[in-house]
């Protein structure tokens, strides 16, 4: 039988930045004042009801989810869906907003820290579920324990036809954003938290350019302690270190060369981090809105 749990995250508010996303549900455009020639005013909203997926650039979607597993973990058929209040399907990297404003953002637990099945977001099919990747049809798993809470940011898209000028010309992964986490807390499958980025690593591997934002949980013991990228060093000495060797190394012990990172092979401060987060987020809504081909990828 399928296991269900609620996690529950704080929704945006209106006066919050927001970011783009698709919703299925009615939506009210903005209250306008109305003023006829007998001098009365009065408010109008319209409600607009569309079939399709309407684009809308208010995070109207309130993201308190749960998580519905199903099939056998560690087997081809298990994914982990996300569902609505209602129990509705929604698709973790697109219908959960990024942005909760005053630079915190969404993240998406993919993988607990020390664990090793490579988990990740099914992008290329329905609801993008997390299942466990494969090769050549057997599960994977890395070499070793991952030693933070790895996942993604919803909204954001590293597109592949796009060369990026200051990582040597690397064109995107095609995937959402990474985010190591470097709270103490191991989190669970699925779980959305809200994070402050404090980093960037440009990775290379095998010559496409995958960003691993490095960020904190907001409920972590030490979260208000770290702000920038000096932070980290100092309250967490050797972390970014061991983040970047970990994910230089992890493919050696199957025969394959290390991989490389950009930008001088150090971390990015936090203002780089954020521009990173905006420009996949401005990538990912062009993809929604199908000016670039989604190609394989699943919009819904």
Partial sequence: ????????????????????????????????????????????????????????????????VQTTQEGQSETLDYRVFFQDGSGKKVSPWHDIPLHLGDGVFHFIVEIPKESSAKMEVATDEAF????????????????????????????????????????????????????????????????????????????IDEGELDWKIVAISLDDPKAHLVNDVDDVEKHFPGTLTAIRDWFRDYKIPDGKPANRFGLGNKPANKDYALKIIHETNESWAKLVKRSVSPGDLSLF
């Fill in 128 to 203: 993008t579920p997390i299942k466990q990747d494969t090769k050549k049809g057997k599960l994977r798993y890395y070499p070793y324990n991952i030693n933070w809470n790895y996942g993604l940011l919803p909204q954001t898209w590293e597109d592949p036809t796009q060369a990026n000028s200051e990582v040597e010309g690397a064109f995107g992964d095609n995937d959402p954003v990474d985010v190591v986490e470097i709270g103490e807390s191991q989190r669970k499958i699925g779980e959305v938290l809200k994070v402050k980025p404090l980093a960037a690593l440009a990775m």
């Fill in 1 to 64: 039988m399928a296991a269900t749990r609620v996690i529950t995250t704080a929704a945006s508010s209106a006066s919050q930045t927001t970011s783009c996303l698709f919703t299925k549900r009615p939506f009210l455009l903005p209250t306008q004042k109305v003023c006829g020639f007998n001098g009365l005013c009065f408010n109008k909203r319209a409600l607009v009801v569309k079939s399709k997926r309407p684009f809308s650039c208010n995070a109207i979607y309130n993201p308190q």
